[in-house]
């Protein structure tokens, strides 16, 4: 079996293929043993999971979790890494190859129609390219898929947002977001030195443990996540002069009212609030409207 997590046996593949690496796929292949290794562990597998992975490369993690979950999806969107593929993961019955764009796919119905078995609680995997990096985690989250965790290589500043603290300077839309779905922390970092090509930043690998119920039980969704980005769109502003965008038509002492009704001082800004104040802020809005 090819030593993928070898930068020589990697660079031998890749010219045999003649594959150019692709920048705007973000492809930044994973060179270093023991970090699959971390990430085997962070996710916690079993021979009855079945995983996603997104963004498989050349197979070096892939390989590896094959060798442990009862099956595995990986999804690639560039279909000259496809031959690559094949070679690499010849002989493993488990895996499932599916070239497709993840930002579009229903991975429900993906999981069910590649390993016959209901999407009860598939587990993914993946070492995102960053540009994609946020609407993905976004795909996933929103949607309330089955998925029961999502083990994701990102950005260190990406995993800094996602876990951070309210008053924070990395606290924004994207923490509560990610909050509200699941319980994220961060599991390691990640030096630049074991991609190879080697990308401009470091990276963290992200655990996401997604929740069964929201985080906290808000009247309607819809409100609860346009207050958030009005509150983060403008989060040097206080709150009573950043909520003018959610509803134009309601007027300054409206939302005083609101804003006391939620206890919530208006002087304070968005991102100052918690999950748990953003929701009564929510309610307030919709029972006082």
């Known amino acids: 079996m090819l030593d993928l997590a070898s930068p ?7 010219q045999r293929h003649q594959f150019r690496i692709k920048k705007k796929f973000g492809q930044n292949f994973l060179i270093d043993g023991n970090i699959i290794n971390k990430i085997l562990i962070a996710a916690e597998l079993n021979n009855m999971d079945i995983v996603v992975e997104i963004g498989p490369g050349v197979g070096t993690l892939t390989h590896r979790l094959a060798k442990i979950a009862r099956q595995v999806v990986a999804v690639e969107i560039d ?8 070679e690499t993961l010849d002989g493993l019955d488990n895996v ?3 070239e497709a764009d993840a930002l579009k796919i229903d991975f429900e119905r993906l999981v069910q129609e590649r390993t016959g078995a209901l999407a009860d609680g598939y587990k993914v995997v993946a070492n995102l390219p960053y540009y994609i990096t946020t609407p993905l985690i976004m795909h996933l989250l929103e949607n309330y898929s089955s998925a029961r965790k999502i083990i994701v290589m ?10 951070a603290s309210p008053g924070t300077k990395d606290y924004g839309a994207l923490t509560v977001a990610a909050n509200y779905y699941a319980v994220v922390e961060t599991v390691f970092k990640v030096p630049r ?10 990276s963290a ?3 996401m443990t997604v929740r069964k119920s929201p985080a906290v039980c808000v009247i309607n969704e819809q409100i609860y996540f346009s207050l958030i980005r009005a509150a983060f769109q403008k989060r040097r502003k206080t709150l009573l002069n950043a909520l003018g965008s959610v509803d134009k038509e309601l007027l300054r002492d409206r939302w005083l009212y609101i804003l006391e009704q939620s206890e919530i001082d208006p002087m304070r800004r968005g991102e100052t609030l918690n999950l748990q104040e953003f929701a009564r802020l929510a309610d307030a809005y919709v029972k006082c409207k």
Do not use: Y
């Open 205 to 207: 690998v992200v655990s």
């Open 154 to 163: 990102v950005q260190e500043e990406v995993a800094r947002r996602l876990t």
């Open 79 to 86: 279909r000259t890494v496809l031959p690559l593929l094949t």
């Open 8 to 14: 020589s046996v990697l660079r031998d593949l890749l």
């Open 96 to 98: 499932a190859l599916v």
């Open 193 to 202: 030195t074991v991609f190879f090509p080697r990308p401009e930043v470091d």
